[in-house]
């Protein structure tokens, strides 16, 4: 079945520690492919997209993605974690057709 | 400031009400769609549309139903609401079919009683 896969539930880093985020994915041919970053009780914030090109992108605060193909994944990382970035993160693929699928996404705590 | 705007942000209904869910961007985006988030489920596709007069189920759309009359607008009907529809709920839309990625709404959280 297709499927979008986050297999950490719960992270937890301290604060100037790097950080990864995996993500997995099983379709067919190579999708679209992004991460979103919720705040409590916000909406849902690009940070990065994928969908050809360079295998590593750059994205907004701070945070890159790596997509490796034959992993089928496309983990997120970062060098240096901000007590800020504490939050909710999905990753989600894009298929033809418009539709999105998202991962269950993970929880980020920061301890100073 | 353009984006993604829900309405309302909170709200309780009774079983079997029914309730429209209301969202209208100022993007000018062709596409747009419907999600609910449950916990450990992450973001489910209700409806979507790829235009002005189109629309598509998503993964849940049983007890929903969708119009997109013109393109700034996506309202989402819940038509008896059920116990089962308790959830928050965001609207989001693109530009293009695919690579840009989604602007999200703030969110409604519904719940039923």
């Known amino acids: 079945a297709q499927s979008v896969t986050q297999p950490d539930i719960h992270i937890t880093v301290s604060e100037g520690a790097s950080l990864e985020l995996r993500c997995n994915y099983s379709y067919g041919a190579t999708p679209y492919l992004f991460w979103y970053v919720q705040s409590p009780g916000q909406g849902l914030q690009l940070l990065l997209k994928?969908?050809?090109?360079?295998?590593l992108v750059q994205g907004i605060k701070g945070f890159e993605a790596e997509f490796k193909r034959s992993q089928s994944s496309f983990n997120l990382r970062k060098p240096s974690v901000h007590w800020s970035d504490a939050a909710e993160y999905f990753c989600?693929?894009?298929?033809?057709?418009?539709?999105?699928?998202f991962g269950t996404g993970t929880s980020l705590t920061v301890i100073p | 400031n353009a984006g993604v705007t829900q309405t309302p942000k909170f709200q309780v209904l009774k079983t079997g009400q029914s309730m429209t869910l209301q969202c209208a961007q100022d993007?000018?985006?062709?596409?747009m769609s419907w999600y609910r988030q449950d916990p450990g489920m992450g973001l489910r596709l209700i409806h979507y549309s790829v235009g002005a007069g189109i629309t598509d189920q998503g993964e849940v759309p049983n007890g929903y139903n969708v119009s997109r009359s013109t393109t700034e607008d996506f309202p989402l009907r819940l038509l008896s609401a059920a116990p089962s529809q308790t959830s928050v709920y965001f609207c989001?839309?693109?530009?293009?079919?695919?690579?840009?990625?989604?602007?999200f709404g703030s969110g409604t959280r519904l719940t039923v009683v």
């Open positions: 989001a839309s693109s530009h293009d079919r695919g690579p840009g990625g989604y602007t």
């Open positions: 993007m000018n985006h062709e596409y």
């Open positions: 994928y969908f050809s090109g360079d295998t």
């Open positions: 989600a693929v894009g298929l033809t057709g418009n539709q999105f699928y």
